[in-house]
């Protein structure tokens, strides 16, 4: 049985600075830091939001992986990036690129100011590791909207998936598509996500 506070599902418990892995009270497992994440409900500092499954990168039968995604957005406008007239070259719309798509985009020659870094200077949960999800990633957080919860399904949301030195991926959840738009478009939101 899950173990919830004020109707949160509680993935972490501290006592005196220590991070326990089970609370056992008489004998009998109440509460186990392992328990399997389930899509929709708090985990990992923010919401469980896409269980891999055979055939993902990165899947393993014995041990879930997946994606979590924050619960609010990072930004309600935000350019993709404040470079945008220059390729960089390398990023990958697929399922599990979109941490090293977020670091070189944040790389580039000039680069201030973006999505991706808004995504990566995010510390939901105190976790370091969030950041801006490829096309793909955001692909599978859609076929669980309505179970995450947290997401306008009538949004359109950045990608880390460059198209050409002007333009990227982004992705509506209205319709469930990607689409091509300019980086210095002001609509698309920015969301982070963070891999587990």
Not at 29 to 57: E, Q, R
Not at 80 to 106: D, E, P, Q
Request: charged share 10%; hydrophobic share 40%.
């Amino acid at each position: 049985m899950p173990l919830t506070f004020n109707g949160t599902t509680v993935t972490a418990v501290t006592f005196n600075g220590t991070v326990l892995s089970a609370i056992v009270c008489n004998g009998t497992t109440v509460w186990s830091a392992s328990a399997a994440p389930v899509v929709g409900a708090a985990y990992g500092g923010g919401i469980c939001a896409y269980l891999k499954v055979s055939g993902d990168p990165g899947y393993s039968a014995s041990t879930p992986h997946g994606l979590i995604v924050a619960t609010a957005d990072q930004a309600a406008v935000a350019y993709w990036s404040n470079v945008t007239n220059v390729a960089v070259t390398g990023t990958s719309a697929n399922l599990g690129t979109g941490s090293a798509n977020t670091t070189k985009i944040i790389a580039q020659a000039g680069h201030t100011a973006s999505a991706a870094k808004n995504c990566r200077d995010y510390n939901g949960g105190s976790f370091s590791d969030w950041y801006l999800p490829s096309e793909t990633e955001l692909e599978k957080l859609c076929l669980n909207c309505t179970a995450i919860g947290v997401l306008d399904p009538e949004g359109f949301y950045w990608t880390s998936t460059e198209a050409d030195a002007s333009d990227v991926s982004i992705y509506s959840f209205y319709d469930g598509a990607a689409y091509q738009d300019v980086k210095n478009s002001d609509y698309p939101v920015v969301r982070a996500v963070r891999s587990f």
